[in-house]
């Protein structure tokens, strides 16, 4: 998730100043002090010499000659600034491009931008209406979406009147209350709807930030601050019997903090460990749940200067969605204080800009009670693992697989496992971090799976590009970001379609991959909207198309963008829409 763009002026003169390091092998000795932070805190991993990237020499990249674009080797975390280059446009792009697709309605505004850089969102169906969720944290909706032409908005959730202070209660709120990452299944025990609740890490912050004076290599008062905070990590389980707040109905109160003597009685008045569940997690309504976290601080071998944790894995028996037990814990080495050998094995060591560790749950492309055995993780700069969670009570490394660094972004984040079943492909992905293309282009990458003891890269998926209509070359002259952000979630209505991908590639738009020959992946569809709307902010103009959410039963892709949200249809694609009642109600997720 992006952080809030603050216009920090002296940021790129700080970066400057402080990164005048020697780029030194990782694990190399070297006698610099020790940082002033790991001085005061065990728990931030400093083994390696400052190796921070420079800031990009501007005539190393940029636009060439054959009207490719190209992108630097590397670059420090710096989300806050332009980096113009010979070739950009001076203004973002207020046209729209589309291809095989065709807008069936769209719907702008603060109602449909709960949050101007990234949402989640999940489908639930009563009483003959279906209805989407759409939140991050506080902000947060519900739509009647049953007719896609007339879509309503029958909650609006907010702290806006509290300045979004978590710590306040509203109308909306209890205090240190939220609207986290969630799954939503039929539990036929209950026989009722289920959600799974994340409670993790704020990741926009004012404790710690990006300035290496400030960041949490040099900020000891920051990390303790950020240590010091009271509040749940870990998940709340909650029954729905409506799809407003007020039907819902508190089951469990979960941490993940290893060192709470009770998960289900956890003292959330006060500071917990580790990072809380991340992200989505992931549950089809049956017995077996899994999460990202770190359970507890050991758990912290991550070179990103505003994160304290490095996440990893744990199952969880949701046999009683009331009673969630844990069942095993599962990290790779290096992730934890101590593990300081395995950890100077990585390229990114020293470097101060990786995030590494997961940022979402295990990938599984069939659930364990049908049959699954292989679960897929993508951990940032950790690359790819490849687990055995046949028995999730003792979840085992089958594979792994090194990516090239691609410094900075995000660079595992997604695997897409809907065509592993028929290829044996996965798709692996991280997502931009920065606008203009200051970073390496995150690739898509193709990766054989069907030994999964020998993951391998095999391909990568086509770069989109502009039409000629457009009249610029590359998406990187378009401003803002580029580079895919994810396919949707695996809660989706529906069975995904084979042969089909979509992503939501932020100035890019969606964009639909044929993916059905693995040898020829093709882009099919895409629609790139307008860069911006009426009422969005000028310091999101560049986050722009950060979602898609396919209803793979009604052949529906909705847009989430900085603007609102799109319904889309594409019948060469996805097949004829419905754009009303669906067939049959949503319950679980199929695979």
Request: aromatic letters at 12%.
């Given at each position: 998730?992006?952080?809030?763009?603050?216009?920090?002026?002296?940021l790129?003169?700080?970066?400057?100043?402080?990164?005048?390091?020697?780029l030194?092998?990782?694990?190399?000795?070297?006698?610099?002090?020790?940082?002033?932070?790991?001085?005061?805190?065990?728990?931030i991993?400093?083994?390696?010499?400052?190796?921070?990237?420079?800031?990009a020499?501007?005539?190393?990249?940029?636009?060439?000659?054959?009207?490719?674009?190209?992108?630097?080797?590397?670059?420090?975390?710096?989300?806050?600034?332009?980096?113009?280059f010979?070739?950009?446009?001076?203004?973002?792009?207020?046209?729209?491009?589309i291809?095989?697709m065709?807008?069936e309605?769209?719907?702008?505004?603060?109602?449909?931008?709960p949050?101007?850089?990234?949402?989640?969102?999940?489908v639930?169906?009563?009483?003959?209406r279906?209805?989407?969720?759409?939140?991050?944290r506080?902000?947060?909706r519900?739509?009647?979406?049953t007719?896609?032409?007339?879509?309503k908005?029958?909650e609006?959730?907010?702290r806006?009147?509290?300045?979004?202070d978590?710590?306040?209660?509203?109308?909306s709120?209890?205090?240190?209350?939220?609207?986290?990452?969630?799954t939503?299944?039929?539990?036929k025990?209950?026989?009722?709807?289920?959600?799974?609740?994340s409670?993790?890490?704020?990741?926009?912050?004012?404790?710690?930030?990006?300035?290496p004076?400030?960041?949490k290599?040099?900020?000891?008062e920051?990390?303790?601050?950020?240590?010091?905070?009271?509040?749940?990590?870990?998940?709340?389980?909650?029954?729905?019997?409506?799809?407003?707040?007020?039907?819902?109905?508190?089951?469990?109160?979960?941490?993940?903090?290893?060192?709470?003597?009770?998960?289900?009685?956890?003292d959330?008045?006060?500071?917990?460990?580790g990072s809380g569940?991340?992200?989505?997690?992931y549950?089809?309504?049956e017995?077996?749940?899994?999460?990202?976290?770190a359970?507890?601080?050991?758990?912290?071998?991550?070179?990103?200067?505003?994160?304290?944790?490095?996440?990893?894995?744990?199952?969880?028996?949701?046999?009683?969605?009331?009673r969630?037990?844990?069942?095993?814990?599962?990290?790779?080495p290096?992730?934890?204080?101590?593990?300081?050998?395995?950890?100077?094995?990585?390229?990114r060591?020293?470097?101060?800009?990786?995030?590494?560790?997961?940022?979402?749950?295990?990938?599984?492309?069939?659930?364990?009670e049908?049959?699954?055995?292989?679960?897929?993780?993508?951990?940032?700069?950790?690359?790819?693992?490849?687990?055995?969670?046949?028995?999730?009570?003792?979840?085992?490394?089958?594979?792994?697989l090194d990516?090239?660094p691609?410094?900075?972004?995000?660079e595992?984040?997604?695997?897409?496992?809907?065509?592993?079943e028929?290829?044996g492909?996965?798709?692996?992905?991280g997502?931009?971090?920065?606008?203009?293309?200051?970073?390496?282009?995150?690739?898509?990458?193709?990766?054989?799976a069907?030994?999964?003891?020998?993951?391998?890269?095999?391909?990568?998926?086509?770069?989109?590009?502009?039409?000629r209509?457009?009249?610029?070359a590359?998406?990187?002259?378009?401003?803002?970001?580029?580079?895919?952000?994810?396919?949707?979630?695996?809660?989706?209505?529906?069975?995904?379609?084979?042969?089909?991908?979509?992503?939501?590639?932020?100035?890019?738009?969606?964009?639909?991959?044929d993916?059905?020959?693995p040898?020829?992946?093709?882009?099919?569809?895409?629609?790139?909207?307008?860069a911006?709307?009426?009422?969005?902010?000028?310091?999101?103009?560049?986050?722009?198309?950060?979602?898609?959410?396919?209803?793979?039963?009604?052949?529906?892709?909705?847009?989430?963008t900085?603007h609102?949200?799109?319904a889309?249809?594409?019948?060469k694609v996805l097949?004829k829409?419905?754009?009303?009642?669906?067939?049959?109600?949503?319950?679980?997720?199929?695979?």
């Amino acid at each position: 998730m992006r952080s809030l763009r603050t216009k920090k002026a002296v940021l790129a003169t700080a970066v400057v100043t402080a990164t005048a390091a020697t780029l030194l092998a990782p694990g190399t000795s070297g006698a610099t002090a020790t940082s002033a932070a790991t001085a005061t805190d065990p728990n931030i991993v400093d083994v390696c010499e400052d190796r921070r990237p420079e800031p990009a020499d501007p005539g190393a990249y940029g636009m060439q000659l054959d009207g490719s674009f190209r992108h630097p080797a590397q670059t420090p975390v710096d989300e806050e600034h332009e980096h113009s280059f010979p070739g950009r446009n001076k203004d973002y792009d207020t046209k729209s491009y589309i291809k095989n697709m065709k807008v069936e309605a769209a719907y702008e505004g603060a109602d449909f931008t709960p949050d101007y850089f990234h949402t989640w969102q999940n489908v639930v169906d009563f009483d003959g209406r279906r209805y989407m969720f759409q939140y991050d944290r506080s902000e947060g909706r519900v739509y009647d979406i049953t007719d896609v032409k007339k879509v309503k908005v029958v909650e609006k959730l907010t702290r806006d009147d509290v300045d979004g202070d978590e710590t306040k209660g509203n109308a909306s709120w209890a205090p240190d209350d939220y609207w986290g990452a969630s799954t939503v299944q039929w539990n036929k025990k209950l026989n009722a709807y289920v959600m799974v609740m994340s409670f993790e890490d704020k990741r926009q912050i004012s404790e710690l930030t990006d300035d290496p004076a400030e960041d949490k290599y040099n900020n000891p008062e920051g990390v303790k601050k950020l240590r010091e905070k009271p509040g749940l990590k870990g998940f709340k389980v909650f029954r729905l019997d409506g799809p407003r707040k007020k039907d819902w109905k508190l089951l469990a109160t979960v941490s993940t903090d290893a060192t709470q003597k009770d998960p289900l009685h956890s003292d959330t008045t006060k500071p917990q460990q580790g990072s809380g569940s991340l992200d989505v997690p992931y549950w089809t309504g049956e017995k077996y749940m899994f999460v990202a976290t770190a359970p507890d601080d050991t758990y912290s071998g991550s070179e990103y200067p505003t994160n304290l944790h490095s996440a990893g894995y744990q199952s969880w028996d949701m046999s009683d969605p009331a009673r969630p037990k844990l069942l095993d814990t599962w990290h790779l080495p290096g992730q934890r204080t101590g593990e300081d050998a395995a950890y100077r094995k990585n390229p990114r060591c020293g470097n101060r800009t990786s995030w590494m560790g997961a940022r979402m749950p295990l990938f599984l492309p069939k659930p364990v009670e049908k049959g699954g055995r292989y679960a897929f993780a993508a951990m940032g700069g950790y690359g790819l693992t490849v687990l055995d969670v046949s028995n999730p009570a003792d979840m085992k490394t089958v594979g792994h697989l090194d990516l090239p660094p691609s410094v900075s972004g995000t660079e595992g984040d997604n695997i897409d496992v809907s065509q592993y079943e028929k290829t044996g492909i996965i798709y692996y992905s991280g997502y931009p971090l920065t606008e203009d293309c200051y970073e390496p282009y995150k690739d898509v990458y193709q990766i054989d799976a069907k030994d999964p003891k020998n993951p391998r890269v095999v391909g990568v998926l086509p770069r989109p590009t502009p039409p000629r209509a457009a009249g610029f070359a590359d998406f990187c002259q378009r401003r803002g970001s580029f580079g895919p952000k994810r396919t949707g979630y695996y809660t989706n209505p529906g069975k995904h379609d084979a042969g089909v991908l979509g992503y939501g590639f932020y100035n890019a738009g969606v964009q639909f991959f044929d993916v059905s020959r693995p040898a020829k992946p093709e882009i099919e569809a895409y629609f790139v909207p307008k860069a911006y709307g009426p009422q969005t902010p000028d310091y999101a103009y560049g986050n722009q198309t950060h979602g898609v959410y396919v209803e793979w039963d009604r052949n529906i892709a909705w847009a989430l963008t900085n603007h609102g949200i799109y319904a889309l249809s594409a019948p060469k694609v996805l097949g004829k829409p419905h754009l009303t009642r669906p067939e049959k109600p949503f319950r679980n997720s199929e695979f």
